[in-house]
């Protein structure tokens, strides 16, 4: 049997790699759904590139149509 002070580096190593992977993963899927937003604006005829990244611009931005 263990002891419990054997498995404390095992329990940080653990949570900082869950940590690392959510983190990761929460990334991507804010990327995923902002582009989404855009995507869904370009469909609809507001810019003229799905690609559009002008967060917090005015309405007369050049980018926009």
């Given at each position: 049997m263990?002891?419990s002070?054997?498995?404390v580096?095992?329990?940080?190593?653990?949570?900082?790699?869950?940590?690392?992977?959510y983190?990761?993963a929460?990334t991507v899927?804010?990327?995923?759904?902002?582009?989404a937003?855009?995507?869904?604006?370009?469909?609809?005829?507001?810019?003229?590139?799905?690609?559009?990244r002008?967060?917090?611009?005015?309405?007369?931005?050049?980018?926009?149509?």
């Amino acid at each position: 049997m263990r002891r419990s002070i054997d498995s404390v580096p095992e329990i940080v190593k653990f949570v900082l790699l869950t940590m690392a992977l959510y983190f990761a993963a929460q990334t991507v899927i804010v990327i995923l759904h902002e582009h989404a937003h855009s995507t869904a604006a370009w469909f609809l005829g507001y810019t003229r590139t799905p690609f559009y990244r002008g967060l917090g611009q005015s309405a007369d931005d050049p980018w926009l149509g």
